[in-house]
């Protein structure tokens, strides 16, 4: 029994693990398709992150694979399916980031309405610019997908006494989680038209591809800002830049991208934007509990037992 970490994955729960369990880590293994398959086919385990590409081609080469633990909560970069018919569990740490993703989507939307990431370059640069900036409290919300992380986030927004209009289309208006956080559900135009602040917390699948579009961009408030902390697919940047250039809407705070890392280009160079390097979910915290269920799925998973966090159909 082994496990392989092909990502920068670790942990403490991973050091009790490895003194049970062989452990190779190599953290930078997913750049190569051929020695990650090479690799992964002797395997009982695999770790990963969102970059490696744990694709049916990939399942396929690896009889010993009995798990495939995601060190996070996306799973388009896994192909369920193929790991559900080969017999192999995938886990995955849903909703052990939820509040790290929420501090970042407020951090976003603070660092846009008070002009804090500009001010800081200012003044490091000399200039002593005081402009006004604007207040959260008492302004609208607009989540975009009100699964963990969206949860989390109107949580968070609990002190700003901020109204909060949110859209899933997989959650029923009476859903006892929206009704304690008082998120009102409403189809998304009515969410993209009355938010002060517009943040996305939705999966990269075929409905979400470039749902912030030109169209729905244009039909945001001029003075709303946009915080993608879901997956850079969601946005169509172009759309984006044309809106922030031409002001149809005011900022944009953006932790992920249609590609990462991205080529540089005129989001980099636009005052009204503040970037991150998708990081919404990595905090000391969310990652200990993360490889804390790793971890522990994956010596359930060796030895045989059912798994409690597995997101597939195979749960042992």
Same mark, same amino acid.
């Given at each position: 029994?082994?496990?392989?970490?092909?990502?920068?994955?670790?942990?403490?729960?991973?050091?009790?693990?490895?003194?049970?369990?062989?452990?190779?880590?190599?953290?930078?293994?997913?750049?190569?398709?051929?020695?990650?398959?090479?690799?992964?086919?002797?395997?009982?385990?695999?770790?990963?992150?969102?970059?490696?590409?744990?694709?049916?081609?990939?399942?396929?080469?690896?009889?010993?694979?009995?798990?495939?633990?995601?060190?996070?909560?996306?799973?388009?970069?896994?192909?369920?399916?193929?790991?559900?018919?080969?017999?192999?569990?995938?886990?995955?740490?849903?909703? +052990?980031?939820?509040?790290? *993703?929420? !501090?970042? #989507? &407020?951090?976003? =939307? $603070?660092?846009?309405?008070?002009?804090?990431?500009? %001010?800081?370059?200012?003044?490091?640069?000399?200039?002593?610019?005081?402009?006004?900036?604007?207040?959260?409290?008492?302004?609208?919300?607009?989540?975009?997908?009100?699964?963990?992380?969206?949860?989390?986030?109107?949580?968070?927004?609990?002190?700003?006494?901020?109204?909060?209009?949110?859209?899933?289309?997989?959650?029923?208006?009476?859903?006892?989680?929206?009704?304690?956080?008082?998120?009102?559900?409403?189809?998304?135009?009515?969410?993209?038209?009355?938010?002060?602040?517009?943040?996305?917390?939705?999966?990269?699948?075929?409905?979400?591809?470039?749902?912030?579009?030109?169209?729905?961009?244009?039909?945001?408030?001029?003075?709303?800002?946009?915080?993608?902390? +879901?997956?850079?697919?969601? *946005?169509? !940047?172009? #759309? &984006?830049?044309? =809106? $922030?250039?031409?002001?149809?809407?005011?900022?944009? %705070?953006?932790?992920?991208?249609?590609?990462?890392?991205?080529?540089?280009?005129?989001?980099?160079?636009?005052?009204?934007?503040?970037?991150?390097?998708?990081?919404?979910?990595?905090?000391?915290?969310?990652?200990?509990?993360?490889?804390?269920?790793?971890?522990?799925?994956?010596?359930?998973?060796?030895?045989?037992?059912?798994?409690?966090?597995?997101?597939?159909?195979?749960?042992?």
């Amino acid at each position: 029994m082994s496990v392989l970490i092909s990502e920068d994955v670790w942990g403490p729960a991973f050091e009790v693990l490895a003194k049970t369990t062989e452990i190779s880590k190599q953290p930078d293994l997913w750049q190569d398709p051929v020695a990650l398959k090479t690799a992964a086919g002797k395997a009982s385990a695999l770790v990963v992150r969102n970059r490696t590409q744990v694709t049916k081609d990939l399942l396929s080469a690896c009889p010993n694979l009995k798990v495939v633990a995601r060190a996070g909560v996306g799973l388009d970069n896994i192909d369920v399916q193929a790991a559900d018919e080969l017999g192999i569990a995938v886990v995955a740490g849903l909703g +052990a980031n939820a509040v790290s *993703v929420g !501090e970042m #989507a &407020l951090g976003l =939307a $603070l660092s846009l309405m008070r002009n804090i990431a500009r %001010g800081d370059v200012d003044t490091r640069g000399g200039q002593w610019r005081r402009d006004a900036g604007r207040e959260l409290s008492g302004s609208t919300w607009g989540l975009v997908g009100c699964g963990a992380t969206g949860l989390a986030t109107a949580k968070l927004l609990a002190g700003f006494d901020c109204k909060i209009l949110g859209f899933d289309p997989a959650i029923a208006a009476a859903d006892e989680r929206l009704r304690a956080l008082e998120i009102d559900l409403v189809g998304l135009e009515e969410v993209l038209s009355k938010a002060d602040v517009v943040s996305l917390h939705a999966p990269a699948v075929a409905a979400t591809h470039h749902m912030i579009n030109a169209q729905s961009l244009a039909s945001m408030k001029p003075t709303a800002f946009l915080i993608n902390v +879901a997956r850079g697919e969601l *946005v169509d !940047e172009t #759309a &984006l830049i044309h =809106a $922030l250039e031409s002001g149809q809407i005011a900022g944009a %705070g953006l932790d992920v991208r249609g590609s990462e890392p991205p080529q540089l280009g005129k989001l980099e160079t636009l005052p009204n934007v503040v970037l991150a390097p998708h990081v919404a979910g990595i905090t000391n915290e969310s990652q200990r509990r993360i490889t804390d269920i790793l971890a522990q799925d994956i010596a359930r998973a060796l030895a045989g037992e059912p798994l409690q966090f597995a997101v597939g159909s195979t749960k042992s």
